[in-house]
């Protein structure tokens, strides 16, 4: 409800003047007066939510008071000190005293000194601003406040303080009340923000131009080592390889060639002198490239627009961060500069060969500028040769009026909407060239740009790649030591040309079956992959040989081999046994050696005695029947010397066997040699070995006996066998002296 609106209701102002009667009179007997002052207050709250936003100040027949800044709205000049007065306009009701907290922008106003007047408040019991959070704090009064409630005050229109002002930065900045409290006669203190009026500084600074001329500071250029082939694809990236921080030499001011000494300068869209790191035009350095650099101080608050031209592109630094880019095509030629106060503006320009320099123009103080916006979906494209390539994207410009220019610097570019929407682009690929940026720009004088890069295929044939192990694995696949595995990669004929071809050389150093898998690239992006598979095996098989610890001269005899490997495998052919040599009599030692198919080899060997068994003849049956000669049912006896070469063995074991039957060797001590005595079977008949077997070796022949039947004639005429003779005589079987005297064949 508008104040014109409230004063209309006669009634409610009548009342509210009777009962302020009523109060100011003094006639509010015990609790009359209490219930009075509390519908007057009442009153007060409804008049004063009915005024929140009262556009002028109320009229001296107001209850309330109204307070408003003197100017309301001023324009100010930056480094200018400029003043407002806080105006109180006291109603019908006196008032003895104010307080006022009011807020300010601190970053283009800072108060300088707030002073209270002589009259009719002239007692100030609060005076204070802070310059960081953009607050002023006032109260004055007829007393020191807040004091007692006072039952007389004053009334009308006067200034209550004066704010002084320095304007630091170009803007407006609102002052408003955040808060006004009346001391209101007979009650105290009361709010009446309702009424305050806020006011408005505006801020101006004259434009200050920063442009290139022969106080800008410069050094020697920089040279690369060599020409870069493709300068605009190489050297014009979005981040220099040479940047502010390198090793610029020789400071020194930059020359000044005027403003139209360059072709380019015409058609610039702004006014500047072109300036260059040394005394001509003329490019420098290997094919005329070279990096250089220039630095300026500027200073400002808020932000503004960078006019630049380089020949060929360059870098804008702000205090040594990166903030612009102007690439290849020259795109873009103005960039957003945001200041706050002093700042050091660095520009670093790559030249391409021709001429060399660049120019730039930045004005402050115009006023905050506001940028477009535009932004690409992808950051690049690919397409096939004959196949257009598109990229699609967004712009605005919150203050680009009704239409907003959105460009291409290669192929062609349409839009929605006005000053916000979207953006598409497209371009042929059938001729070259085939890789290139694209710059999108939106806007005009401040402007934004975006840049993507365009790839077009024209290789679709994959490249090759072989992969080699080194060293070779042998014939059976297996290494026994470290591999290194490479690849080779070429592209066919007129290709793209190989882009990546990896990994690089890959040591494999582990055990078993290890694959690795190279992939090459081209340019065109085909790629093509194979795996080298490597089998290492380090580790020698195991072997052991075990056999016979004692072998007779001249008998055949072997040894066990015992072989294994966990990886690559025995090697084909591996032994399961090894023959001994019977031959030397002795120690002996018999080896083996085996391998795994990665040519891993193990050895082993065996330790074992050769002894000669000397059994001579075969043996002799007495009464002269003959050698060999034997009826079913005697005894044969056995005799054997054993050697070793160089000793008798004394302390042999073993047995002797004809046919079925068998008796154990035994030594003779006198003849120093063994014997056995085999007691024939009645049945046995015919031509028996008589076989030794010493210490588990053997069966050994050592002769043969022949067998008769003894009731066969030949065997009892004349013989002297039947006669008992021969054997009765001294007991050869029972006796040593009976065997000695019967040895004919000894």
């Known amino acids: 409800m508008s104040s014109k609106r409230l004063h209309s209701f006669p009634g409610i102002t009548g009342v509210f003047s009777y009962l302020s009667r009523l109060v100011h009179s003094g006639k509010r007997p015990g609790r009359l007066g209490a219930g009075v002052r509390g519908l007057m207050v009442g009153l007060a709250l409804l008049l004063g939510a009915a005024l929140p ?50 807020s300010f922008d601190r970053t283009r106003l800072q108060v300088v000194s707030v002073s209270g007047t002589s009259s009719p408040f002239p007692i100030v019991s609060q005076n204070t601003f802070d310059n960081t959070s953009g607050t002023i704090e006032f109260m004055s009064g007829t007393i020191a ?56 500084i505006t801020v101006t600074a004259p434009v200050v131009v920063y442009t290139s001329n022969s106080q800008v500071q410069t050094w020697d250029p920089i040279f690369p080592a060599s020409a870069y082939g493709n300068w605009p694809a190489q050297a014009c990236a979005p981040t220099p390889a040479v940047g502010p921080n390198a090793n610029w030499v020789n400071p020194h001011n930059a020359f000044d060639f005027g403003p139209s000494a360059h072709p380019w300068q015409p058609t610039a869209g702004f006014i500047a002198n072109w300036i260059n790191a040394w005394s001509n035009l003329s490019s420098q350095g290997p094919s005329g490239q070279s990096w250089t650099k220039y630095q300026t101080q500027v200073s400002g608050n808020g932000s503004f627009v960078l006019n630049l031209l380089a020949d060929n592109c360059s870098w804008v630094y702000l205090d040594s961060t ?109 001729n070259p060239p085939y890789d290139y940026d694209v710059t999108i720009t939106a806007g005009g004088g401040p402007a934004a740009f975006v840049q993507f890069h365009v790839h077009v295929v024209t290789d679709t044939t994959a490249p090759t790649i072989v992969g080699a192990a080194s060293p070779a694995a042998n014939a059976n696949g297996w290494n026994n030591t470290n591999v290194t595995v490479s690849f080779t990669c070429a592209d066919e004929a007129g290709g793209s040309g190989i882009a990546s071809c990896g990994p690089t050389p890959v040591a494999v150093s582990s055990e078993g079956t290890t694959t690795v898998t190279g992939t090459a690239t081209d340019n065109a992006g085909n ?36 072989a294994s490997d966990a990886l690559s495998g025995l090697a084909s052919g591996t032994p399961t046994s090894v023959a001994l040599g019977t031959s030397t009599l002795g120690a002996n030692t018999a080896a083996v050696t085996v391998a795994d198919n990665a040519g891993n080899s193990s050895s082993a060997s065996f330790t074992y005695t050769v002894w000669s068994l000397a059994c001579p003849g075969a043996p002799v049956e007495k009464e002269g029947k003959g050698t060999g000669q034997f009826n079913a049912g005697s005894t044969i006896p056995v005799k054997c010397k054993i050697s070793d070469g160089t000793n008798l063995i004394t302390t042999a074991t073993g047995s002797v066997s004809i046919g079925p039957v068998s008796a154990a060797l035994r030594w003779d001590r006198e003849d120093k040699q063994y014997i056995a005595t085999v007691k024939t079977d009645k049945t046995m008949v015919g031509t028996y070995d008589a076989n030794v077997t010493l210490d588990g070796v053997g069966p050994v022949t050592v002769a043969q006996v022949n067998i008769k039947d003894h009731q066969d004639k030949d065997d009892h005429e004349g013989k002297g066998d039947n006669k008992g003779k021969g054997d009765n005589k001294g007991k050869g079987d029972n006796k040593d002296k009976g065997d000695n005297k019967g040895k004919g064949n000894d």
């Open 145 to 200: 406040l807040p004091g007692p409630v006072q039952s007389s005050g004053v009334g009308g229109t006067f200034t209550v303080a004066t704010v002084v002002f320095n304007p630091i930065a170009a803007g407006t900045s609102p002052i408003k009340f955040l808060s006004v409290n009346e001391y209101m006669i007979n009650y105290g203190p009361y709010g009446v923000n309702g009424l305050a009026v806020d006011g408005s």
């Open 322 to 430: 990166l903030v612009g880019y102007q690439n290849a095509n020259l795109q873009p030629r103005t960039y957003p500069v945001t200041l706050s106060g002093t700042s050091t503006l660095t520009f670093i320009i790559f030249d391409g060969g021709g001429l060399a320099g660049g120019m730039y123009r930045l004005e402050t103080n115009t006023g905050t500028v506001t940028f477009p916006v535009v932004a690409a979906d992808n950051a690049s494209v690919t397409t096939n040769k004959g196949t257009p390539a598109t990229n699609t994207g967004t712009y605005s410009w919150a203050n680009g009026g009704a239409n907003v220019p959105v460009t291409a610097s290669v192929g062609t570019v349409t839009k929605t909407g006005t000053n916000n929407g979207t953006w598409s682009w497209s371009n042929p690929s059938t």
């Open 527 to 562: 790629t093509s992959t194979t795996s080298v598979t490597v089998k290492i095996d380090k580790t020698a098989p195991t072997v052991s040989l075990s056999g016979p610890a004692i072998v007779i001269q001249g008998q055949s005899a072997s040894a066990t081999v015992t």
């Open 53 to 102: 936003a009262a556009p002028a100040f109320a009229s001296h027949s107001s209850t309330f008071a109204a307070t408003k800044l003197s100017p309301n709205s001023q324009s100010c000049t930056v480094g200018v000190p400029c003043s407002v007065n806080i105006v109180f306009d006291i109603g019908s009701t006196p008032a003895y005293g104010i307080s006022a907290k009011v």
